[in-house]
């Protein structure tokens, strides 16, 4: 069955990317957006956008009876989930199939048993695959109490239904769990609309190590490399490469027979990864299944040459893989960093605003998937995201060279974002040398060890003069602003230079 038209349940740079598969494999892009989302980039860049309800996830992005009406209303034949929101509700794939539609994405049966956390730890048990040691669906606050104690603390509140870092807690004590727990199902609810909480062992500083997956319909299933994705806040991946600096061929192999084992067993289709925990003498431990499409694919896809979102549409399709394991072989090396509206000097805290300019990076082995551009608002109501950076190299050394670069072509102004600390991390030593685990940042980014390009003085010196030229700039025309034959850019960098000339 060839699709003619995508229905597009999501919102941002996810949309944005499916949008362009969409166009090279002339397919119509519908998309849905919520109020907050009027005049967003995924709705300028679709065939057709229909608003979905108000600002808040609950009442648009998650509404599953509104968005599978407007899917058949449209016209589409299927229906593209994105990540997060309701991208792994088994209950949502499978209205879609009843409603008549594709969901592009594993079955309703194979996402009830690899989406669900525990479910899916409860199937990999079951085939030796070493798992964390974790619990069954937390009822009470007593009864987290008593099995952290039994566990011993650290420990990790999980969410049940979604993955991404969304409804996790780590708890040290039982004073955290009450407030703890209740963040988590709030959060988990909020997000997947699934409340249910878990709990599991903390390990400490294990490297967070994924498996992508590739299965079709027609038995045939490989896997991809692997992604390293240890350096991160709030259990949310910031920066991911591929292949891993501390993975050898022979564990590769083995944690891809382990993911493509856990895919078959469930009857897993479309794609999927893996994720492991792996500890400093290389023994893995199993994590949880993402069945989605990953927000980190793209630097799979830099290695493979492969496009995973045209091949999750291919698979939704019947299509079978027209190649094999043995022909998969990955090529150099690729970094992504994940652009947040965030001030990470302040715990990496949410920021909302309008993005009043804007330019991206370009040259070779630079890839941007972004889902703004000037003039987007970047509201609270959803994850901050703006953008992916993506550098690929000959190996890693190139790649984290492209990557300095890109993050210094790289202009967003109007709010504040990680672009600064992402430059910090590819100068540090110990980056630099792949020594990574999950607590890269709480151990690198203590207030102390923060170094800036320009000192914090300068830098509000440099916003102050930025926001000034800002305000005369709105208030002249454009034709009293050209002076000389010099443009507007000009003036604000006249501006910047003079405070800088004049800064005590």
């Given amino acids: 069955m060839k699709f003619k038209k995508i229905l597009i349940a999501n919102r941002g740079e996810i949309a944005v990317r499916i949008i362009r598969a969409c166009r090279e494999l002339d397919i119509s892009p519908a998309v849905i957006f919520s109020e907050a989302d009027y005049g967003s980039l995924h709705v300028r860049l679709a065939d057709e956008a229909y608003l979905i309800g108000p600002a808040p996830a609950a009442e648009s992005y998650l509404d599953q009876e509104r968005i599978i009406r407007v899917a058949k209303e449209c016209g589409a034949q299927a229906l593209h989930p994105g990540y997060g929101f309701l991208a792994e509700n088994a209950g949502f794939a499978e209205k879609v199939t009843k409603a008549g539609l594709v969901f592009i994405g594993p079955p309703a049966e194979a996402m009830k048993l690899s989406g669900d956390k525990l479910d899916a730890r409860r199937l990999v048990r079951q085939h030796g695959i070493p798992i964390v040691p974790g619990s069954e669906t937390i009822a009470s606050e007593q009864e987290a109490i008593e099995i952290a104690n039994q566990m011993g603390y650290p420990v990790l509140l999980k969410a049940a239904g979604g993955g991404g870092g969304k409804g996790m807690r780590i708890v040290h004590s039982d004073a955290e769990i009450p407030s703890a727990l209740r963040g988590a199902r709030h959060e988990a609810k909020s997000a997947f609309g699934d409340d249910r909480i878990y709990l599991e062992k903390y390990l400490i500083k294990p490297r967070h190590i994924e498996i992508q997956i590739l299965a079709d319909a027609h038995g045939n299933c490989v896997y991809l490399g692997e992604r390293e994705c240890s350096i991160q806040r709030r259990h949310q991946k910031l920066i991911e490469e591929s292949p891993s600096t501390f993975i050898d061929q022979k564990l590769r192999q083995k944690m891809g027979r382990a993911a493509v084992g856990v895919a078959e067993t469930v009857g897993y289709v479309n794609a999927g990864t893996v994720e492991f925990l792996v500890d400093k003498n290389r023994n893995f431990y199993f994590l949880e299944v993402n069945a989605r499409l990953q927000v980190e694919h793209p630097v799979t896809e830099m290695v493979t040459g492969l496009d995973l979102a045209k091949w999750q549409i291919a698979i939704a399709q019947g299509e079978k893989l027209d190649f094999t394991q043995e022909q998969i072989k990955p090529s150099g090396w690729a970094i992504e960093c994940r652009i947040y509206a965030e001030d990470f000097e302040n715990n990496f805290f949410p920021c909302s605003g309008r993005v009043t300019d804007y330019r991206e990076p370009g040259g070779p082995g630079v890839r941007v998937d972004s889902g703004v551009v000037k003039g987007s608002e970047i509201s609270l109501y959803y994850d901050p995201l703006i953008a992916k950076l993506i550098t690929w190299g000959n190996d890693r050394v190139e790649a984290v060279a492209r990557m300095k670069r890109g993050l210094a072509e790289y202009k967003i102004v109007g709010v504040t974002t990680t672009l600064e600390f992402h430059s910090q991390v590819m100068q540090n030593p110990r980056f630099l040398k792949g020594e990574l685990s999950t607590q890269f940042i709480a151990e690198e980014?203590?207030?102390?060890?923060?170094?800036?390009?320009?000192?914090?003085?300068?830098?509000?010196?440099?916003?102050?003069?930025?926001?000034?030229?800002?305000?005369?700039?709105?208030?002249?025309?454009?034709?009293?602003?050209?002076?000389?034959?010099?443009?507007?850019?000009?003036?604000?960098?006249?501006?910047?230079?003079?405070?800088?000339?004049?800064?005590?």
């Fill in 445 to 504: 980014f203590i207030p102390e060890k923060i170094k800036y390009s320009v000192e914090p003085k300068e830098l509000e010196l440099l916003a102050i003069s930025s926001a000034l030229v800002e305000f005369w700039q709105a208030r002249s025309s454009s034709k009293a602003l050209v002076q000389n034959g010099h443009q507007k850019s000009n003036w604000k960098i006249q501006a910047r230079q003079t405070a800088l000339r004049n800064f005590p």
